[in-house]
């Protein structure tokens, strides 16, 4: 038998990761959050909030940033006050194949 891993999320996360991946946000298209390990091992996660590039939006779907005009979105207002990492289109490759389940 494997026992599959238990994560919690790290003390004062904005978004309650419960596993490792990227997840969409729900309040906004060009945004996303990766959850990942703070310490290799350790079974908490941290929340880290990230923009696509000018022109993408992310996509649910594949869950990863897409040209705008192949994604649907309807967008909210930016009422967080949350650090948020800027992705360039030079990074998503290999941002999303590190990254990516």
């Given amino acids: 038998t494997t026992t599959t891993p ?10 309650k990761c419960e596993e490792p991946g990227v997840v969409d946000d729900q309040e906004h298209c060009n945004k ?5 390990e703070e310490t290799e091992g350790s079974g908490v996660l941290e929340s880290l909030l990230y923009r696509c590039p000018s022109g993408y939006l992310f996509s649910s779907s594949i869950l990863r940033c897409k040209k705008e005009e192949d994604v649907t979105c ?8 949350i650090l948020t990492i800027q992705l360039s ?5 290999s941002f999303f194949a590190k990254w990516a389940v």
């Fill in 74 to 81: 309807v967008n909210k207002l930016e009422s967080r006050d």
């Fill in 6 to 15: 238990t994560y919690l999320p790290s003390d004062g996360s904005v978004y």
């Fill in 89 to 93: 289109e030079e990074m998503l490759d």
């Fill in 32 to 36: 996303f959050w990766l959850c990942k």
